[in-house]
């Protein structure tokens, strides 16, 4: 999917970010399940996870109208961590069948959820990056599947552009991306996809 080049100088490009950058943006960098050392990147330091915020997930019916943003990075955090876990399977499951069913009309629905595109590509961002660490938690190939669909009905994952977001510090969402690329190329790898 990705050629080894561009991992390459993007690791190169965050691998030279300082420690208070790599800390505000340790929910995308830390815990790539071994990803970036299986495509032979060097492993950065080890990030904390954030402290993550108060919320009330967990009185919410697990449904995609029901999360806001930010909620995607707790449910993250709870499964690094292994917080929660009943809650957040469920909730895992729900967002599973939400894009399996969705997967055409998911980001008109989340523009108008978020009333900004901005907004809405972040949320399918954190979706997608949860949505793969579970693939990478279970195993389980409708994880693997969806995220993939999702990587190309999306299409905003241009080489070009994530190498021009990183060199001009434009981080968390790039961070996301690479992450995503990062997790799903490994995993092509490791299913025999694509020769290592």
């Given at each position: 999917m990705i050629s080894d080049f561009n991992f390459t100088n993007w690791?190169?490009?965050?691998?030279?970010?300082?420690?208070?950058?790599?800390?505000?943006?340790?929910?995308?960098?830390?815990?790539?399940?071994?990803?970036?050392?299986?495509?032979?990147?060097?492993?950065?330091?080890?990030?904390?996870?954030?402290?993550?915020?108060?919320?009330?997930?967990?009185?919410?019916?697990?449904?995609?109208?029901?999360?806001?943003?930010?909620?995607?990075?707790?449910?993250?955090?709870?499964?690094?961590?292994?917080e929660n876990k009943p809650q957040t399977s469920n909730w895992a499951e729900t967002l599973?069948?939400?894009?399996?069913?969705?997967?055409?009309?998911?980001?008109?629905?989340?523009?108008?959820?978020?009333?900004?595109?901005?907004?809405?590509?972040?949320?399918?961002?954190?979706?997608?990056?949860?949505?793969?660490d579970n693939y990478f938690e279970t195993l389980d190939l409708r994880f693997f599947n969806i995220c993939l669909k999702l990587i190309e009905m999306n299409g905003p994952f241009n080489t070009k552009s994530i190498t021009r977001t990183l060199q001009n510090h434009v981080l968390y969402p790039t961070l996301l991306q690479v992450r995503i690329l990062i997790m799903s190329e490994t995993a092509f790898r490791k299913l025999g996809f694509i020769d290592s």
């Open positions: 690791w190169i490009i965050i691998s030279k970010l300082d420690d208070s950058t790599l800390e505000e943006n340790a929910s995308s960098l830390n815990h790539l399940y071994g990803c970036e050392e299986y495509l032979g990147l060097n492993k950065l330091r080890d990030l904390n996870y954030p402290t993550l915020p108060a919320s009330d997930l967990l009185l919410k019916q697990p449904a995609f109208i029901n999360l806001e943003q930010g909620d995607l990075q707790i449910l993250r955090g709870w499964l690094y961590l292994g599973l069948r939400y894009a399996e069913i969705n997967q055409t009309s998911l980001m008109n629905k989340t523009i108008a959820k978020f009333q900004s595109s901005k907004a809405a590509w972040l949320f399918l961002y954190e979706m997608i990056a949860f949505l793969m």
